[in-house]
């Protein structure tokens, strides 16, 4: 599956959106890649997720154990690469502002990780996704993501295996090209949202 796929799901779905946005990471965009909105289709998921899977075999050369991913935005996505790679898949999630396993979930110690995550822009949640699993003696062999809006920049500590690079510019507030300026911005984003 090539970016031209891949961007022609985000199309199909109307989830590839322009305007103002104030992306999790507080900086501010003109394009946003709506994952939920494409992976409400079972069958889309589906597709983009075994691509993605099969890109992940090619590249790692052990066994995976186990699926970790951060909560909201990677807990479907992680779900169906739990599901393609024939294991568990589990998430973790903020609480008191950092990112915890609840529900029951353990990462046995020295299990292979795949960390996997919808959108990579920064890296900070997958980071930090990765950081709880070592923390709880888990072995992160590789993070992945659908999108990663860097095209390969963004550096989470182990290798990230995405199904498409794409650079997308990000502003931070006080450098804002005038015609974002114009325009109120929307957060679509769940880092902040209240319990």
Do not use: W
């Amino acid at each position: 599956m090539n970016k031209e796929d891949v961007l022609k799901y985000f199309k199909e779905a109307g989830a590839l959106l322009e305007g103002h946005f104030l992306l999790s990471s507080g900086l501010h965009s003109s394009l946003y890649l709506q994952c939920a909105r494409v992976l409400m289709n079972p069958l889309r998921a589906e597709k983009l997720c075994r691509a993605l899977a099969d890109k992940i075999k090619k590249r790692i050369d052990v066994k995976i154990d186990l699926v970790v991913s951060p909560a909201m935005g990677g807990v479907i996505v992680g779900y169906e690469m739990g599901r393609q790679l024939g294991v568990d898949a589990i998430f973790t999630e903020r609480a008191g502002g950092k990112f915890l396993l609840r529900r029951g979930f353990d990462i046995p110690k020295g299990a292979n990780i795949l960390m996997a995550e919808d959108i990579v822009t920064t890296g900070l949640s997958s980071r930090e996704c990765i950081e709880v699993i070592n923390d709880l003696g888990g072995n992160v062999v590789a993070a992945s993501c659908l999108v990663d809006r860097s095209d390969g920049k963004v550096d989470v500590g182990v290798p990230l295996i995405s199904l498409m690079g794409l650079e997308i510019p990000t502003f931070e507030d006080h450098n804002l090209p005038s015609d974002l300026a114009k325009i109120k911005a929307i957060k679509p984003g769940s880092r902040a949202l209240k319990k």
